[in-house]
């Protein structure tokens, strides 16, 4: 079934540890994105790629790093969570990463508590 | 300023009603605008974007855009209780692969 698939679904992690929570489309799209949604706050773009082998950083970066070895796949890692952190991820693909008509479609998300 | 606002509500709608959601944007140079809909616990689906001055119409939504005004609506003819989600406006600026997403409005349809 094409689309975006997350993992994990939900996670409760200590604060402190490592995290990666894990994004792979089967859509050939060049372009990913890392949003965080909070609360009040709505969508936030944390990083994106707009083709394999590149990166770049969003609004809130900070915390978090990123790698696209491939297309297919966009993992985020937070290196030492806080409590800050906790939120809902959505990991998200666009066709052309070229801005313009180019359309974002959303994975399930990621439910993430930190303690 | 934000980059996109919108009105956060909660918007209540008798069934069958129109409901009208509005949204505006601050990057005069932008581009590309979509409304998504979100329920509750869900992700995010994409409803409608739009990129010229006018109306858009697709079944029962309209998107209107009004570059000169920096403002964009999402109508919805004949509500249905179905339709009761968030619905987040987004914009694509004309630099950079960058979409905005506003913080959204919650639309109640009451049956």
């Known amino acids: 079934i094409a689309g975006i698939t997350q993992a994990p679904t939900s996670q409760i992690l200590a604060a402190g540890r490592r995290m990666t929570l894990r994004c792979t489309q089967d859509?050939?799209?060049?372009?990913m994105y890392w949003y965080r949604q909070d609360l009040g706050l709505g969508l936030r773009l944390i990083h994106y790629?707009?083709?394999?082998?590149?990166?770049g950083k969003g609004e809130v970066p900070d915390g978090y790093s990123v790698s696209r070895a491939n297309t297919d796949d966009f993992p985020l890692t937070l290196a030492s969570a806080v409590p800050s952190q906790t939120s809902v991820y959505f990991c998200?693909?666009?066709?052309?990463?070229?801005?313009?008509?180019?359309?974002?479609?959303f994975g399930p998300g990621t439910r993430l508590t930190v303690l | 300023q934000k980059e996109v606002e919108q009105n956060s509500g909660p918007l209540s709608v008798p069934e069958g009603a129109i409901a009208s959601l509005n949204c505006t944007y601050s990057?005069?140079?932008?581009?590309?605008f979509f409304w998504y809909r979100q329920y509750s616990g869900k992700s995010p689906e994409l409803i409608m974007s739009?990129?010229?001055?006018g109306d858009k119409e697709d079944g029962r939504f309209t998107a209107q855009l009004n570059k000169a005004s920096q403002y964009v609506s999402l109508l919805i003819r004949d509500s249905q209780p179905s339709d009761s989600a968030t619905y987040l406006c987004?914009?694509?600026?004309?630099?950079?692969?960058?979409?905005?997403f506003g913080t959204g409005t919650s639309l109640t349809v009451i049956p």
């Open positions: 998200a693909s666009s066709v052309t990463g070229t801005g313009g008509a180019d359309t974002q479609y």
């Open positions: 859509m050939r799209h060049n372009a």
């Open positions: 790629s707009n083709t394999a082998g590149t990166t």
């Open positions: 990057d005069r140079g932008s581009q590309s």
């Open positions: 739009i990129y010229s001055n």
């Open positions: 987004a914009v694509n600026r004309r630099t950079g692969n960058q979409f905005y």
